[in-house]
T-cell receptor
Framework: DAMVIQNPRYQVTQFGKPVTLSCSQTLNHNVMYWYQQKSSQAPKLLFHYYDKDFNNEADTPDNFQSRRPNTSFCFLDIRSPGLGDAAMYLC?????????????FGPGTRLLVL | AQSVTQPDIHITVSEGASLELRCNYSYGATPYLFWYVQSPGQGLQLLLKYFSGDTLVQGIKGFEAEFKRSQSSFNLRKPSVHWSDAAEYFCAVGAGDYKLSFGAGTTVTVRA
């Protein structure tokens, strides 16, 4: 089945230690998104890629970076995680066709910062 | 900019009873509307979506939603709830720029 895969499902890191979360897709979609979701809150968009074009949300901290080396993979890098960065990180994909595209989500990676 | 309001933070319903989750949106043009469900510790799963056409939309797991332009609403319904429907439900609106605006979510608890 075509899907969005996130690894690992759980990630523990230390305060200030860089961490990378990964996302891959078999849907061949041209847009990939990264969301941060804190407990009992809606997902918050951090950034997205349309093909190789990177689009950062205005309020995304500089601490968060992303890479998309090819269509299938996208990475979220947190350069110096703080305690406030502990959250669920969701990857999603969509195929841009002119509006109303459905986003398909992966299972998420829960990040714990010690 | 578009926005979504889900007025109910938490709803408790008995198994077998009907469920209705409210969603109101703000957007100047015809919106693209979605309902997603999130089980604990999981990602978001699409239940249904409305783009155009028939205002009553059928989705997976026995859910349906009705788009009412005059009320700016897109309420989600299920006639008979199962214990496995306990989850968080998010309404979202898209404006055609491949971003979604999510509501704050409604947590559904199902009691036996």
């Amino acid at each position: 089945d075509a899907m969005v895969i996130q690894n690992p499902r759980y990630q523990v890191t230390q305060f200030g230690k860089p961490v990378t979360l990964s996302c891959s897709q078999t849907l061949n979609h041209n847009v990939m998104y990264w969301y941060q979701q804190k407990s009992s809150q809606a997902p918050k968009l951090l950034f997205h890629y349309y093909d190789k074009d990177f689009n950062n949300e205005a309020d995304t901290p500089d601490n968060f970076q992303s890479r998309r080396p090819n269509t299938s993979f996208c990475f979220l890098d947190i350069r110096s995680p703080g305690l406030g960065d502990a959250a669920m990180y969701l990857c999603a994909t969509s195929e841009l066709r002119g509006g109303g595209e459905t986003q398909y989500f992966g299972p998420g990676t829960r990040l714990l910062v010690l | 900019a578009q926005s979504v309001t889900q007025p109910d933070i938490h709803i408790t319903v008995s198994e077998g009873a009907s469920l209705e989750l409210r969603c109101n949106y703000s957007y100047g043009a015809t919106p693209y509307l979605f309902w997603y469900v999130q089980s604990p510790g999981q990602g978001l799963q699409l239940l249904l979506k409305y783009f155009s056409g028939d205002t009553l939309v059928q989705g997976i797991k026995g859910f349906e939603a009705e788009f009412k332009r005059s009320q700016s609403s897109f309420n989600l319904r299920k006639p008979s709830v199962h214990w496995s429907d306990a989850a968080e439900y998010f309404c979202a609106v898209g404006a055609g720029d491949y971003k979604l605006s999510f509501g704050a979510g409604t947590t559904v608890t199902v009691r036996a």
